[in-house]
């Protein structure tokens, strides 16, 4: 008799429905045939089954048996059809009767004993099962809790084999799991003070500068000696962004669910994502991919900071292919399992020192490097990737008398205030546009926001030609301006913001200290 269960397979982080058809009763010896899986996934799987079916008290399958996972093209992850499987066994047998099976979208892992184990993109599962107008989702603990994030579905909650029969033979009701909004509330005051900015000393620039980038949601560099506080304050960005809307929220929570990272807890349901690669992260870890294309780093700092710390010990070609995902906010990934396009509109954090050592331009240490060697460092940055980081910053040594200060620094609440006011002039400027932020200002949109009178255009002018800024600049500048503007509550550039916004393009300057 055949069975047929309804399941899905993740593509990036959309799901696909994938039919899982059992055929039992087949003339020939006794014997379980699994297609639509890759080779090594269908013996472990069939192992799994196996044992957790006898280990929950059933009979596995004495006849020949095909069990097709289709459609055949789509790249499966094995765990993931353990619970239907075992489900779709069961009813081809006749070991347990149910009615409108299919109305159900079922996947899970199972252990050996039959309890089952979460899975990767439950939310892109339960999203496919409310466009499939399906009556709800069978899933293991974690997987359930997220897919209950997407309204519009009953989410059933299933710890074992066994708990999935009797629910779905009527013997057992299960109540279906409450969309889980209480995770969506405001940022609990005790997560959002754990990294502060009032720790942070002195830095009154490099702190003015972040606020900057963070307001207009512009890439930044910082450049600076060891001690400086550079990775202390790349931390403490998050704390003073925005919260994250109840779209943004469900974004950042789709890409964790699709690389199965909210199953171990890696992810607090209410904090904008703060990712930080290290400099010898392989590229499909940075970008994303593998046989199953998942996401990256990239896509991990959705909506939220990608921190690349020593920025010139990247390798080169790890920072060139960063350069179209900062263009366009999202990366395509082409696998032969085909192609999938995730988002990745991150806010590029970065830092580095000013040469090899370390210390030059530091007033306290001598700097060792020869030209040559400082040459060398700088030029792995490539220019088109610095022409996409609206901000470069110095960071100077701090002085003991600063360090020895008991003064607390601004806290991230008074800074998140201002950003947050700047951010609501921004989005009722970009009303009805797909754009955001000001970083993410199209051409266009420069022209007819960032205006600057005659006197204006003569200046930035001059000072480009004074500092030898470089041609690409001049765009970046006004970007900046015009966030300097906003937090200012500013209709208009004027000359304090686009003189302070110059002041951000220390890198682009022939001479460099
Ligand atoms: N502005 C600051 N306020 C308070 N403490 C600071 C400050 N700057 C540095 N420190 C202290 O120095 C330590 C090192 O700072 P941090 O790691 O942020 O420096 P860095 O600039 O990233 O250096 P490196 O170039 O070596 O990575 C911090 O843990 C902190 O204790
Ligand atoms: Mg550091
Ligand atoms: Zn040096």
């Given at each position: 008799?055949?069975?047929?269960?309804?399941?899905?397979?993740?593509?990036?982080?959309?799901?696909?429905?994938?039919?899982?058809?059992?055929?039992?009763?087949?003339?020939?010896?006794?014997?379980?045939?699994?297609?639509?899986?890759?080779?090594?996934?269908?013996?472990?799987?069939?192992?799994?089954?196996?044992?957790?079916?006898?280990?929950?008290?059933?009979?596995?399958?004495?006849?020949?048996?095909?069990?097709?996972?289709?459609?055949?093209?789509?790249?499966?992850?094995?765990?993931?059809?353990?619970?239907?499987?075992?489900?779709?066994?069961?009813?081809?047998?006749?070991?347990?009767?149910?009615?409108?099976?299919?109305?159900?979208?079922?996947?899970?892992?199972?252990?050996?004993?039959?309890?089952?184990?979460?899975?990767?993109?439950?939310?892109?599962?339960?999203?496919?099962?409310?466009?499939?107008?399906?009556r709800g989702l069978l899933l293991p603990a974690v997987s359930a809790e997220e897919a209950a994030l997407v309204e519009g579905v009953e989410v059933y909650r299933v710890d074992s084999l066994d708990?999935?029969?009797r629910f779905l033979t009527g013997e057992q009701t299960i109540i279906p799991l409450k969309p889980a909004q209480y995770r969506l509330g405001p940022l609990p005051a005790s997560k959002a003070g754990?990294?502060?900015?009032?720790?942070?000393?002195?830095?009154?620039?490099?702190?003015?500068?972040?606020?900057?980038?963070?307001?207009?949601?512009?890439?930044?560099?910082?450049?600076?000696?060891?001690?400086?506080?550079?990775?202390?304050?790349?931390?403490?960005?998050?704390?003073?962004?925005?919260?994250?809307?109840?779209?943004?929220?469900?974004?950042?929570?789709?890409?964790?669910?699709?690389?199965?990272?909210?199953?171990?807890?890696?992810?607090?349901?209410?904090?904008?994502?703060?990712?930080?690669?290290?400099?010898?992260?392989?590229?499909?870890?940075?970008?994303?991919?593998?046989?199953?294309?998942?996401?990256?780093?990239?896509?991990?700092?959705?909506?939220?900071?990608?921190?690349?710390?020593?920025?010139?010990?990247?390798?080169?070609?790890?920072?060139?292919?960063?350069?179209?995902?900062?263009?366009?906010?999202?990366?395509?990934?082409?696998?032969?399992?085909?192609?999938?396009?995730?988002?990745?509109?991150?806010?590029?954090?970065?830092?580095?020192?000013?040469?090899?050592?370390?210390?030059?331009?530091?007033?306290?240490?001598?700097?060792?490097?020869?030209?040559?060697?400082?040459?060398?460092?700088?030029?792995?940055?490539?220019?088109?990737?610095?022409?996409?980081?609206?901000?470069?910053?110095?960071?100077?040594?701090?002085?003991?008398?600063?360090?020895?200060?008991?003064?607390?620094?601004?806290?991230?609440?008074?800074?998140?205030?201002?950003?947050?006011?700047?951010?609501?002039?921004?989005?009722?400027?970009?009303?009805?546009?797909?754009?955001?932020?000001?970083?993410?200002?199209?051409?266009?949109?420069?022209?007819?926001?960032?205006?600057?009178?005659?006197?204006?255009?003569?200046?930035?002018?001059?000072?480009?030609?004074?500092?030898?800024?470089?041609?690409?600049?001049?765009?970046?500048?006004?970007?900046?301006?015009?966030?300097?503007?906003?937090?200012?509550?500013?209709?208009?550039?004027?000359?304090?913001?686009?003189?302070?916004?110059?002041?951000?393009?220390?890198?682009?300057r022939a001479v460099f200290y």
């Amino acid at each position: 008799m055949l069975a047929t269960i309804i399941s899905a397979a993740l593509q990036g982080i959309d799901a696909q429905v994938v039919h899982v058809e059992v055929n039992a009763g087949e003339a020939g010896e006794p014997k379980l045939i699994l297609v639509g899986l890759p080779d090594a996934a269908v013996k472990e799987s069939d192992d799994r089954v196996f044992s957790a079916l006898s280990n929950s008290g059933f009979k596995p399958p004495r006849t020949r048996t095909t069990i097709n996972l289709a459609p055949g093209n789509l790249r499966k992850e094995g765990p993931f059809y353990d619970l239907p499987i075992a489900l779709g066994i069961l009813a081809a047998t006749q070991q347990i009767t149910t009615a409108q099976i299919t109305q159900w979208m079922i996947a899970g892992e199972l252990s050996l004993s039959g309890a089952t184990r979460p899975v990767r993109g439950a939310l892109a599962m339960a999203r496919l099962a409310r466009r499939e107008g399906k009556r709800g989702l069978l899933l293991p603990a974690v997987s359930a809790e997220e897919a209950a994030l997407v309204e519009g579905v009953e989410v059933y909650r299933v710890d074992s084999l066994d708990a999935a029969v009797r629910f779905l033979t009527g013997e057992q009701t299960i109540i279906p799991l409450k969309p889980a909004q209480y995770r969506l509330g405001p940022l609990p005051a005790s997560k959002a003070g754990a990294l502060d900015f009032s720790e942070i000393k002195g830095q009154h620039t490099l702190r003015r500068a972040v606020e900057v980038a963070v307001a207009g949601f512009h890439n930044i560099l910082m450049i600076g000696p060891p001690g400086s506080g550079k990775s202390m304050v790349a931390k403490r960005v998050p704390s003073i962004m925005p919260p994250p809307t109840l779209d943004e929220r469900l974004e950042i929570l789709s890409i964790f669910s699709a690389a199965g990272r909210t199953i171990n807890g890696e992810l607090a349901w209410d904090c904008r994502p703060f990712r930080a690669p290290h400099h010898t992260v392989s590229d499909v870890a940075l970008l994303g991919g593998g046989t199953i294309p998942g996401p990256g780093e990239i896509s991990l700092a959705h909506q939220g900071v990608l921190f690349l710390d020593e920025l010139p010990e990247f390798k080169r070609s790890a920072l060139e292919v960063l350069r179209q995902p900062l263009e366009d906010g999202d990366v395509t990934i082409s696998r032969s399992a085909g192609k999938v396009t995730l988002p990745c509109a991150f806010m590029l954090v970065a830092a580095m020192n000013p040469c090899p050592c370390g210390y030059l331009g530091d007033p306290k240490h001598e700097c060792r490097c020869s030209p040559t060697q400082i040459q060398r460092y700088r030029s792995k940055i490539s220019g088109p990737l610095l022409d996409r980081i609206d901000l470069h910053i110095e960071a100077p040594a701090l002085s003991i008398a600063e360090l020895r200060s008991d003064q607390l620094g601004e806290s991230s609440q008074r800074m998140r205030e201002r950003v947050a006011a700047s951010r609501e002039r921004q989005l009722t400027r970009f009303r009805s546009t797909k754009t955001t932020a000001n970083a993410r200002m199209t051409h266009a949109q420069i022209r007819q926001h960032c205006a600057i009178n005659a006197a204006l255009g003569d200046l930035l002018q001059h000072a480009m030609e004074q500092l030898s800024l470089s041609a690409r600049a001049y765009d970046r500048i006004l970007k900046v301006a015009r966030t300097i503007a906003d937090l200012a509550a500013s209709e208009k550039i004027e000359a304090p913001h686009l003189l302070e916004a110059i002041q951000y393009r220390s890198l682009d300057r022939a001479v460099f200290y």
